[in-house]
């Protein structure tokens, strides 16, 4: 695993937020997706795995709770971190609940979320 990249999915409704996001991670040397719905995303996680995702919890088309759930049963190994916005915070235990690995309140620092994939990634362990 030493050396391999980090294969990261972001999923956000915000374009421009994950197009600024997917070109910071690629330049940290992550392999990164990106999909700008809940449906997007599920599409790409049946095309490949991922180690963790970035998932946004309110979108136009689903909501991020129930694309979390879909994420679990599909690929149960991957670490999923939420992003909420301020007053979601509650929405976000949900998904803790739900088993999420953690969340993260918008707007959050570029190396703040960069530490958390990094450290949702390592408590997977081998056997993940």
């Given at each position: 695993m030493e050396g391999d990249p980090i294969k990261l999915l972001?999923?956000?409704?915000?374009?421009?937020?994950?197009?600024v996001l997917y070109n910071r991670f690629k330049r940290k040397g992550?392999?990164?997706s990106k999909a700008y719905s809940?449906?997007?995303?599920?599409?790409?996680?049946?095309?490949q795995d991922f180690d963790v995702s970035v998932l946004d919890?309110?979108?136009?088309?689903?909501?991020?709770?129930e694309v979390l759930k879909i994420f679990k049963k599909m690929?149960?190994?991957?670490?999923?971190?939420?992003l909420t916005g301020h007053g979601s915070e509650?929405?976000?235990?949900?998904?803790?609940?739900?088993?999420a690995y953690d969340y993260l309140t918008k707007p959050c620092g570029f190396e703040e979320l960069l530490a958390k994939?990094?450290?949702?990634?390592?408590?997977?362990?081998?056997?993940?």
């Open positions: 972001l999923v956000d409704d915000e374009r421009a937020f994950v197009d992550l392999a990164v809940g449906t997007e995303a599920i599409r790409s996680l049946r095309e919890l309110k979108m136009e088309d689903m909501d991020g709770i690929l149960p190994s991957m670490a999923v971190i939420m509650r929405a976000a235990r949900a998904g803790i609940e739900e088993g994939i990094q450290e949702a990634v390592a408590n997977k362990g081998p056997d993940a």
